[in-house]
């Protein structure tokens, strides 16, 4: 069964875009997270790692015979891994620009990987730093 896999209680994938999107609708909306992903009050810390033409099962954790990558399955086993995940576009640059956005080429008009981004769109970035939260994107 496709879902997240996570050390403590499992969550269908479902449940976890709920989280996470109820999470980023309070920030926008500048309440803060909710109390119980808060847990003892203090923010949880976010790593979102996206790597170009990485395969599903290209990670020690996701059972690949020969790579090794100690770190991120350690990253994996203390918090969340999406078994099932999908890209809106098999290109990098509409691809990223849709994580940040969340929504689609044809909305944040990345549409190929020439296509300048337009300083109009709003990140999730951007959310999370109006929430107090200090964040950094590292990459090209």
């Given at each position: 069964m496709g879902g997240i896999e996570r050390s403590g209680p499992k969550y269908s994938r479902r449940e976890m875009l709920r989280l996470i999107g109820g999470s980023l609708t309070a920030c926008a909306a500048g309440f803060g997270l909710?109390?119980?992903?808060?847990?003892?009050?203090?923010?949880?810390?976010?790593?979102?790692?996206l790597s170009d033409d990485h395969r599903w099962d290209t990670m020690g954790h996701k059972g690949h015979p020969f790579i090794k990558t100690p770190n991120l399955d350690r990253?994996?086993?203390?918090?969340?891994?999406?078994?099932?995940?999908?890209?809106t576009t098999a290109l990098c640059s509409p691809?990223?620009?849709?994580?940040?956005?969340?929504?689609?080429?044809?909305?944040?008009?990345?549409?190929?990987?020439?296509?300048?981004?337009?300083?109009?769109?709003?990140?999730?970035?951007?959310?999370?730093?109006?929430?107090?939260?200090?964040?950094?994107?590292?990459?090209?």
């Open positions: 909710p109390r119980e992903v808060l847990g003892r009050g203090n923010r949880p810390n976010i790593v979102f790692i990253l994996a086993k203390e918090g969340v891994s999406f078994h099932n995940a999908f890209v691809s990223r620009a849709s994580f940040l956005t969340g929504q689609y080429a044809h909305r944040h008009g990345v549409k190929n990987n020439l296509t300048p981004w337009n300083d109009r769109n709003i990140t999730v970035l951007e959310l999370l730093g109006k929430a107090g939260y200090k964040n950094a994107f590292i990459g090209k």
